[in-house]
């Protein structure tokens, strides 16, 4: 993501959402939600982070790869909060972009602005040779987001994506990783193109080989369309165009293939739902081919034309994923409102925030990499909203087709058990009845017992918290949602 220039439009943007969302558009009083088993959204893969700049920080933290990756009870660094795990099962590792050594009399060219957090230590160094067992290549580089992703797979992460901000620097024009000397400019050499996805795959071979981590997917993009990416930037970034985009997709296609890898194409990560559709509608029938999984990003918030991607992506028989996601909006409402206008319009089957650990409202915790040593600071609300969602609708369930594009409904066929998030994103409280009557049958736990958490997002109370005080009655349950408010249920003994 582009960060420091959309910090602004962000708070613009979700400052407008907000005041749209109580002003109206919310569902006000009472209503009933139905589910419809017999249509789906497919099968869940998972939630997930981006590794990259955090991890490349706090990569040797145990305790923080137990927060994301367990579900576990973890006790916090304050010593008394015990956090329940996010259970995410994605990560998506950066492929990094500079380096600081010479390559043929050249050296990388850093922009001003860039913070030494941001740049992430690439392998390859210069361009002597493509043979891994060389001296072009530094294996020990970027020990901590690699350590970070172990640990991430030692705790069951099910899904690994190779991503790229930038081609390595010795490849672009500039030799800058932040991007061309002008906004809207490609900076990878057009000779280069081909190398850049021999960087990627052999990342990925290396990792099979020697780091026990079979990448799931490769992406050699981020943003590509986007005209941020510019020399004196604050991150990595590199402008595509589509007419290089479709140049680099089938070498990349075919760097997976020759070298038998199982990872998936994924592209093009686009910034936004607009911009990934416009791009995926520019390539004609043997790029679309080429690609395996379609990966956008949500910064378009609460707007853009997600049913249309869905429809564009779907009709071709591609998986869809919203890739990276995050905004400035500690409390989590807003990424309640937008993960679940996701899931009721984009249809993605994975969703996967950017930075867990970030400033300025970014994070699920508060991190600071540029503080001496690195700080580590308050769990924010939006972390028990993300958890309302990812401890409940797990890998393998299936999302139901909801009449409430404010509840997802997920089924778990191998344990009869429908969970359904629900949020209240008005500021006046609201009383939602479910609606089950489209199952053949509908038990609860024992007693008819429906187990709710609730998380107030405007802080006035639960977190996260667990009430036992909901009951199924013939098929249905009514449960009073306190303003901004996100609650899930795990309904048991639920057949189709
Ligand atoms: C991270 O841990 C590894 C071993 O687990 C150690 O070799 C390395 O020095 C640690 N790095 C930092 C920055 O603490
Ligand atoms: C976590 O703590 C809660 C509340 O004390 C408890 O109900 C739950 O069983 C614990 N979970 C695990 C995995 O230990
Ligand atoms: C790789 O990069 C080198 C040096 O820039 C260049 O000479 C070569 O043509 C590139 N190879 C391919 C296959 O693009
Ligand atoms: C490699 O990773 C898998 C999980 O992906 C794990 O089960 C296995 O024990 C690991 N092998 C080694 C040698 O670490
Ligand atoms: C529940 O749903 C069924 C079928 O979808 C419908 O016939 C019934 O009227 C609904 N009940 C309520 C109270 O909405």
Redesign the pocket.
Known sequence: MIKLIINFITIIVLLCAISTIVSGTAATGSYTATFNPTQNWGVWEGFGTSLAWWAQTYGNNTVLADIMFTTQNVTYFDGTTVLPGLGLNIVRYNAGASTWVESFGRKMVQSPEIKRSRQVEGYWLN?ASEDPQSDSWNWAADPLQRNMMAMARDRGVQYFELFSNSPIW??TYNLNPSGADLPAMNNL?T?????HT?YMATIAQYAAENWNISFTSIDPFNEPSGDFWIAFGSQEGCHFDVEAQKDVIPYMRKEIDSRRLTAMLAASDENNYRRALDTWNSFDSSIKQAVDKVNVHGYELTKGPRSELYEAVNSQGKVLWNSEYGEGDITGLSLATNLLLDLAQLHPTAWVYWQVLDISGWGMIEADENANPPSIGAVATKYYVLAQFSRHIRHGMTIIQSSDGNSVAAFDSVNNKLVIVSANIASSAQTITFNLSKFTTVNGGYGGIVPRWATETNGNGDLYSYHEDTYIQDKMFSVTFNSQTVQTFEIEGVYL
């Open positions: 361009w010795w490849m050499e000779w280069n193109y081909q190398n021999v």
